[in-house]
């Protein structure tokens, strides 16, 4: 993340500030003068705002301040967002292991929908996952 904000170091700290202004616009008038897709960019990140607590009105400060961004630096380009099927797949997995107690595969499998032996598999990928996060390669630079 540190690398990305360098990226645009020069450039971001004049665009920040004009995006500082956007306190003093109604949100309603932003929502009108942006195209329809920025709106919406704008409506997904002030719900998910509100849903980890924010108060209203400033989450769609903040989220037209996040989609300004967006829009400054992926504006005009054929961008591919991915719709989130692999992260909804890693979370999932991640919960899979979180409540896996060594005994409950049977209940895992009727909650997730999954087999035993997919389950066994997600298992395996978690534990090897923790482990090189906390274990060092002996090969690695």
């Known amino acids: 993340m540190e690398a990305q904000q360098d990226l645009f170091a020069d450039d971001h700290t004049a665009i920040g500030q004009m995006f500082d202004q956007l306190d003093?616009?109604?949100?309603?008038?932003?929502?009108?003068?942006?195209?329809q897709s920025l709106a919406e960019l704008i409506d997904v990140l002030a719900c998910e705002l509100?849903?980890?607590g924010v108060e209203s009105g400033k989450a769609s400060q903040m989220a037209a301040k996040q989609a300004g961004a967006v829009a400054h630096y992926l504006g005009g380009r054929s961008t591919y967002i991915p719709n989130g099927s692999s992260l909804k797949e890693a979370l999932r997995d991640y919960?899979?292991?979180a409540q896996f107690n060594g005994r409950n595969v049977p209940d895992l499998c009727r909650e997730f929908g999954?087999?035993?032996?997919?389950?066994?598999?997600?298992?395996?990928?978690?534990r090897?996952?923790?482990?090189?996060?906390?274990?060092?390669?002996?090969?690695?630079d």
Do not use: T
Request: aromatic fraction near 12%; proline fraction near 7%.
């Open 24 to 35: 003093q616009i109604p949100p309603a008038e932003l929502v009108h003068r942006w195209p």
């Open 50 to 52: 509100k849903r980890q």
């Open 95 to 97: 919960l899979i292991y």
């Open 114 to 126: 999954l087999s035993e032996s997919h389950i066994y598999g997600i298992i395996r990928q978690q």
């Open 128 to 140: 090897a996952l923790i482990r090189r996060r906390y274990q060092r390669d002996l090969f690695d």
